[in-house]
């Protein structure tokens, strides 16, 4: 159980188009989900946190205007990269927790490449 | 805040040898702690979790870690390494069950024959 996907696992777009990348929970509701961007060879970097049905939470200097969280049920997250540039290549990965669950469960990744 | 430091960004271990990942912690509460595996351009996987229970906690694929609160360290530990066992290993912390993770940066484990 417990089983989180992503969908594109890879995606390139070209500088100023936008990109929308998929978090779903397969078998549990998801009331929390987590969005993190991780650059080669480092860490994993929280963007931000969405609960179903609320506005999203973003951490401190990532632009809520340019990476669009949506959360509208409760197996379904959406990161929308808008007017993507180069500098917004990166592995997205996105994690879902159910309610009253401590542990988080982590998606495949998503490989946006920005030309 | 809290915040995880993993000493050593790379550790090469022959196979068969002991395997000593190191984490270090800091945080208001008491903290859940977590060990993950990334293998390349994949996801995390989790090998064991800390949630207040017992202080030596088992994993899967014979991964290990002990809490030590007096140390601050929850370090991760295998008998005998594997050469599958070579991936990124990240150790990550949460005050509170349920709340944000925050990973450490890492430490890439190579396993030589």
């Known amino acids: 159980g417990a089983v989180v996907s992503q969908h594109p696992s890879r995606v390139i777009c070209k500088s100023g188009t936008s990109v929308k990348i998929e978090c779903r929970s397969l078998?549990?509701?998801?009331?929390?989900m987590f969005w993190y961007r991780q650059f080669p060879k480092q860490s994993l970097m929280l963007m931000a946190t969405?609960?179903?049905?609320?506005?999203?939470?973003?951490e401190q200097g990532v632009e809520k205007d340019k990476f669009l969280i949506n959360h509208a049920s409760l197996t379904l997250s959406t990161l929308t990269v808008t007017s993507a540039h180069p500098e917004d290549s990166s592995f997205y990965i996105c994690?879902?927790?159910?309610?009253?669950?401590?542990?988080?469960?982590f998606g495949p990744g998503t490989r946006l490449t920005v030309t | 805040a809290q915040s995880v430091t993993q000493l050593g960004s790379h550790v090469s271990v022959s196979e068969g040898a002991l395997v000593l990942l190191r984490c270090n912690y800091s945080?208001?509460?008491?903290?859940?702690l977590f060990w993950y595996v990334q293998y390349p351009n994949q996801g995390l996987q989790l090998l064991l979790k800390?949630?207040?229970?017992?202080?030596l906690v088992k994993g899967i694929n014979g991964f290990e870690a002990e809490f030590k609160k007096s140390e601050t360290s929850f370090h991760l530990t295998k008998p005998s390494a594997h050469m599958s066992d070579a991936a990124e290993y990240f150790c990550?912390?949460?005050?509170?069950?349920?709340?944000?993770?925050?990973f450490g940066t890492g430490t890439q484990l190579k396993v030589e024959l």
């Open positions: 990550a912390v949460s005050e509170g069950g349920g709340n944000k993770l925050t």
């Open positions: 078998d549990f509701q998801a009331t929390t």
């Open positions: 945080s208001s509460v008491p903290p859940y």
């Open positions: 994690s879902a927790r159910a309610l009253l669950d401590y542990e988080q469960y």
């Open positions: 969405s609960n179903e049905g609320s506005k999203a939470t973003y």
């Open positions: 800390y949630t207040s229970a017992a202080t």
